[in-house]
Each structure stands twice: as structure tokens, then as C-alpha cells.
């Protein structure tokens, strides 16, 4: 097993951040100014988001994302934006 570097992690974090807004982007798109409905858009997304991690990413991604989430809070902070919540890792 290879370790990954954070921009190979940040790469495929986006790539599934993107899969989950273009899931999502019917909601976006009825929302206009609607609060309520930007809202529920975003917990769509967070929900995709999170679903796509739980079945796309392998264990060397999780040990890789484990890494980093320890290690910088920047990380930390804008994983947890994409999900909505921390992940537990454990």
C-alpha cells in the first residue's frame, strides 16, 4: 500500500464534493432565494457527500484523511464543511 499524498487526497475529496453537488443541483436550482430550500439543498449535498466517501473511498484513503485531519485544522475544518459534520474515523 502506497501512502497518499494530501493533494491526491484533496483531489479525489473534490471529485466526490462535486459528484454530491451535481446530485444535489435540482434542489440548488429550485432553491433561487428560498432559505428553506437552500438549506435542504445543502443537507442533500452533506448527505450525498457523505454516502460517496462511505462507498467509494478505499482504506488508504481513510488511513490518508486520517492523517491529515489530525494533523491540520485547515483539513479538518473544510472536510467537515463538505460533510456537514465531523466523520468519525474511528
Known sequence: MTDL???E???FLHELNAQAYDLAFDYWKKAGDRED?????SKVQQGEFVELCDSTLTNE???AIERQYKLEEDFKMQFE?????PINLD
Open 5 to 7: 499524498s494530501r493533494d
Open 61 to 63: 484513503y481513510w488511513a
Open 37 to 41: 430550500l437552500l438549506e435542504q439543498a
Open 81 to 85: 464543511a463538505y460533510a456537514g459534520r
Open 9 to 11: 487526497v484533496w483531489e
